[in-house]
């Protein structure tokens, strides 16, 4: 049996009689696969989340992330399994394939948007990379600080990947946009900054607008360009906050009580970064740093368990 097939075992494995869990997931599709495209299995088969959202429903509580605040700030614990699901970045698979799916198990759901994303239909820096290395013709490049990569077949290609993404994530000096360019370059494919393949088409305001009138869907800030906050001059880091709250508000009317750090583990956000969203009105900020919580958390510390390839 496929390892993706134990899903919703272990997903409900992770449910604690007394604490919460709170899911975070990026996309779910319909019947699209590419190996290397979606090597972290980020962007999981609608019927496997399905299948998933069904066991957590019969043996869980779900619960909103609006509720998760109000149990934190009463220091109420939460119901036994409680669990909460979140999707960051954007995507409009999120509307089309997930909330349905999550409607009619009456599962709230919050996504956090970054905002550029929403604005251009733009892609992640990674997601970029990701279709110049799928497809790329097999050759040898030179890269970073000389460090040479075979981009041949499919298991190559996922090691150049990963490597890339070490090499970013872990670097404050990398500019991730900069280094998309410079891959794509190398390779010798062209760059497309934006796509409506069902793992990189975003939502657009007006569908925001209009799920934001559903009970189930909550929204929230995700930055603007998802750079790692941690990692940005005091200015720019203003920017980013700003600068998304500001069109949530303007869009959509989206208030700015919900956030998500992008990448969110531990180097990527700091106690200047909670000062900064604590001064613009945010409340709560998940990470995802793996674990469950309690109602006495911290709203800005919060964990969260990554639902992708390594889960399945």
Not at 193 to 218: F, G, H, Y
Request: aromatic share 8%; charged share 20%.
């Amino acid at each position: 049996m496929p390892p993706a097939n134990n899903l919703p075992a272990r997903l409900t494995a992770r449910l604690a009689p007394d604490a919460l869990t709170i899911f975070l997931f990026h996309g779910v599709i319909n019947g699209y696969n590419s190996a290397v495209r979606n090597y972290t299995g980020k962007h999981i088969n609608a019927d496997l989340f399905a299948r998933s959202m069904k066991q957590l429903a019969a043996t869980g509580h779900p619960i909103s992330m609006n509720a998760v605040v109000e149990h934190i700030d009463l220091q109420e614990e939460f119901p036994p399994r409680a669990f909460a699901v979140t999707f960051d970045d954007g995507f409009e698979n999120n509307l089309s394939v997930a909330a349905p799916i999550l409607a009619d198990l009456q599962i709230p759901v919050m996504i956090y948007l970054t905002t550029q994303f929403i604005e251009t239909n733009r892609m992640s820096w990674i997601d970029r990379i990701e279709a110049a290395v799928d497809q790329a013709e097999a050759q040898s490049i030179t890269a970073w600080s000389g460090a040479s990569f075979e981009i041949s077949d499919t298991a190559s290609r996922i090691r150049f990947l990963k490597a890339v993404r070490t090499r970013v994530k872990n670097d404050p000096a990398a500019d991730a946009d900069a280094f998309a360019t410079e891959v794509c370059t190398s390779l010798r494919v062209q760059e497309h900054m934006s796509s409506n393949s069902p793992l990189d088409l975003k939502m657009t305001w007006a569908q925001v607008r209009e799920a934001n009138e559903s009970a189930l869907i909550t929204f929230g800030g995700h930055s603007h360009t998802h750079p790692i906050l941690s990692f940005l001059a005091p200015d720019g880091l203003v920017a980013e906050i700003e600068t998304s709250l500001s069109l949530l508000d303007t869009y959509a009317g989206i208030g700015p009580t919900h956030y998500s750090y992008p990448e969110g583990l531990s180097h990527c956000y700091s106690d200047a970064v909670i000062r900064e969203l604590r001064r613009h009105g945010v409340r709560c900020c998940p990470t995802a740093i793996d674990g469950t919580n309690h109602a006495t958390s911290d709203l800005f510390h919060l964990r969260r368990v990554m639902v992708d390839a390594a889960t399945a």
